[in-house]
């Protein structure tokens, strides 16, 4: 019986989410590489994320979005699971907005961080 839990996502870009991690000082891997389980056990994700205990957290495509993968029971990240994706959606989508900004002509004119935790940007395009 396999150990590992997948993690439905919002995250479709593998270029913003390998972005939101290196923003968030996490060392990954990127390539179809084994998410090591329980026992040897392992799945497949293009984005691995090494634990010192030996037991990997990834990112794998399902079709339709970037899942996380991993055997929970051996999660050791200084944040709660919840919390850990909380962090890299958030800056997912920042790396998203600033992409999709940028591809239609805007700038940022204003980026501030809240006490919240939240991003508040205004963006402006000129006209001629």
Do not use: C
């Amino acid at each position: 019986m396999s150990h590992f839990s997948q993690i439905k996502t919002q995250i479709r870009n593998l270029d913003s989410l390998q972005e939101a991690l290196t923003d968030l000082g996490i060392d990954w891997k990127s390539g179809s590489r084994p998410v090591r389980g329980y026992r040897g056990q392992t799945h497949e994700a293009e984005v691995t994320i090494e634990q010192e205990n030996g037991y990997d957290i990834g990112f794998r495509w399902n079709g339709q979005e970037y899942e996380l993968v991993a055997d929970l029971q051996y999660w050791q990240q200084d944040l709660s699971v919840d919390g850990f994706l909380r962090q890299v959606t958030q800056r997912y989508a920042y790396r998203t907005v600033m992409k999709e900004t940028a591809r239609v002509g805007f700038q940022v004119a204003e980026e501030q961080q809240n006490p919240d935790g939240s991003i508040r940007l205004v963006v402006q395009r000129w006209s001629a």
